[in-house]
């Protein structure tokens, strides 16, 4: 017998259609996708959900998690394959990837073209979807993303463009393998460190919040999420980790008042360290502020919202996510 792939479906522009109202609406059934894809693998569908992914709140990502997590754990089950919308699935595979037990693959994958395009992609994403979770030169690799022919880890898988066939991008890094054909070529494995429980997920979730960084940011943003109840907040500061005078003030009394904070770059590309004083990165880690390596800022609010679930304590927090930065 062949491998057995389980296949969830959650929605998304590989499952829409345009609507008689306007635009393009989630429309079509899992098992419709999967048989237009004519994969030559034996799979099995279940449909999850039927939603946009820019709806979706991290709660419902949690949801899923959990039954990607079961499935994963079913003997009957060799490889799980999980289609989603693009404009959050880099959020939703990350959450995975920090909750997958040691060993799993999972491999999420979309389309940008609805399903009534006469040159649609998502079925060969499916397909090539299939390929690689099915293939054992992928295990062990934890969530994937598989679009346009090539393969990124979750770490690092950015959705890279708004339209074009090829979503994602994995800057400064690359992809972990291509699917030319039959063929999966696996070229590296990413670094996973010690994850979290999906059962620490299971109290409150905390509020944390991105706050760019611009000329003129003042620090208003930073203070109403503090109001608002932030425990944690991820600035997307300038350069290599820089605040403005009025983010800088602002973050310092967060620190002060016990937010956790994390600290990105508006740039594609290249890690944040503190090298700037006079207001600068090394003003931030003075304050408290800890920098988070290559994460970009979708990420990195993903892997603090999950430390402080399973730690509500700052610094016990920090001690599980610091592991998760610098690689």
Do not use: W
């Amino acid at each position: 017998m062949g491998p057995r792939i389980r296949i969830l479906t959650t929605g998304g522009t590989i499952a829409s259609r345009p609507a008689p109202e306007g635009g393009v609406s989630v429309a079509v059934p899992g098992h419709r996708l999967v048989t237009a894809a004519e994969t030559a693998v034996t799979t099995e569908v279940r449909e999850v959900m039927l939603e946009h992914s820019f709806n979706l709140t991290r709660a419902r990502m949690l949801e899923l998690a959990g039954r990607i997590v079961a499935e994963v754990r079913d003997p009957e089950v060799d490889g799980v394959v999980v289609t989603h919308g693009t404009d959050t699935m880099e959020e939703s595979a990350y959450l995975l990837d920090l909750l997958l037990p040691p060993g799993s693959t999972v491999v999420f994958t979309g389309a940008q073209r609805h399903a009534a395009e006469p040159d649609g992609d998502g079925p060969r994403n499916i397909r090539d979807a299939v390929r690689v979770a099915a293939d054992p030169a992928a295990r062990g690799l934890g969530a994937l993303v598989a679009m346009a022919g090539l393969v990124h880890a979750a770490r690092h898988a950015t959705k890279a463009d708004t339209l074009a066939p090829e979503a994602f991008a994995s800057p400064g890094h690359g992809p972990v393998g291509r699917v030319s054909g039959d063929r999966v070529r696996i070229a590296f494995h990413p670094v996973r460190p010690a994850g979290f429980d999906l059962a620490e997920m299971a109290g409150p979730q905390p509020r944390v919040d991105i706050v760019p960084v611009h000329p003129d940011a003042d620090g208003v943003q930073v203070a109403a999420c503090a109001a608002a109840g932030a425990r944690g907040l991820v600035v997307e500061a300038l350069g290599a980790g820089n605040p403005t005078p009025g983010v800088l003030r602002e973050i310092r009394s967060c620190v002060a008042d016990g937010v956790t904070v994390l600290v990105t770059s508006r740039c594609a590309r290249g890690p944040v360290t503190p090298v700037y004083g006079a207001g600068g990165g090394v003003d931030l880690a003075e304050a408290g502020a800890v920098f988070a390596g290559s994460l970009r800022a979708p990420k990195a609010r993903v892997l603090l919202a999950t430390a402080l679930a399973a730690e509500p304590r700052p610094d016990r927090a920090l001690a599980r996510l610091v592991p998760h930065l610098g690689l």
